[in-house]
């Protein structure tokens, strides 16, 4: 069963493509999803909707992979009307969210994956 919809992460990143600023955020599964925004320095909730993974991790620590689209419409992720989703690993440790970088995990799926710490 998939988990519907996501929180999102909004934090000062760059496009790696363009360097421009990425300001539509960061689509994530992790804690309770339930269309929470979050910030670095933010506790992540477990309360209030459908949690994922189902069961919180060992002391609340652990990476999950997000996905987000550059705004800008001249960049080189975008392809014909729609941009190329991008990756981004997110570190959460005693559930807060503390740090998030671009890289590439799975190039062309999005499995929103839960990651060891």
Same mark, same amino acid.
């Given at each position: 069963m998939s988990t519907p919809g996501f929180n999102t992460l909004y934090f000062d990143l760059k496009c790696p493509y363009c360097? =421009?600023?990425v300001g539509s955020g960061i689509g994530f599964r992790a804690g309770? !999803?339930?269309q929470? =925004?979050?910030k670095i320095g933010d506790k992540l909730s477990w309360?209030?909707?459908t949690c994922q993974p189902e069961e919180k991790p060992e002391g609340g620590n652990f990476k999950t992979i997000g996905y987000f689209n550059c705004d800008n419409l001249n960049c080189l992720s975008w392809h014909d009307c729609f941009p190329? !989703?991008?990756e981004a690993l997110i570190t959460v440790t005693d559930d807060v969210l503390?740090? !998030?970088k671009a890289m590439k995990h799975m190039p062309g799926e999005q499995g929103f994956d839960?990651?060891?710490p």
């Open positions: 360097n =421009s600023a309770a !999803v339930k929470a =925004s979050y309360e209030g909707g190329e !989703v991008q503390i740090e !998030v839960i990651l060891p």
